[in-house]
């Protein structure tokens, strides 16, 4: 009697890994998941999720799905889903996300941005029912 062993390979997670004591200038884009524990200065994009640990800096742009620092961030910031400023977190720019986590001790210098909210303020205002047609209503030239 054969006996076979059936092997599952599960998903690879692909992780771009900047480790500490490493500095990179430049950009990075990629479909996969960022860690940054050293420096990193230039434009991030992923379509994965941007990890900045405690020993990491990130200067310069960054888009991604979602965003989980420890470290310092400074720069513009842009993010789908969830952003998680953690503890010993400091941001300086700007963070544009719908969903936000902010830890008590995080500090913040900048500003934040809901996308959505934004969008809302674009559009243009209905305008309400004229006010000759309130009942009551006193017009100025009727004064």
Do not use: W
Request: aromatic share 2%.
């Amino acid at each position: 009697m054969s006996l076979e062993k059936k092997i599952e390979l599960s998903p690879t997670n692909n992780v771009t890994r900047v480790c500490s004591n490493t500095k990179i200038v430049g950009n990075i884009t990629t479909q996969h998941d960022i860690r940054i524990d050293g420096y990193l200065e230039g434009k991030v994009i992923t379509e994965g999720k941007l990890v900045i640990g405690e020993t990491g800096k990130c200067v310069g742009e960054a888009e991604c799905q979602s965003v989980d620092i420890s470290g310092s961030f400074d720069g513009i910031l842009k993010v789908t889903e969830l952003a998680a400023l953690r503890d010993k977190c400091v941001f300086k720019g700007e963070l544009q996300a719908d969903q936000l986590s902010i830890e008590p001790s995080v500090r913040i210098s900048g500003q934040l941005i809901s996308p959505e909210l934004s969008e809302n303020k674009a559009k243009k205002a209905v305008p309400g029912p004229a006010t000759k047609d309130i009942p009551g209503a006193v017009l100025p030239e009727e004064k």
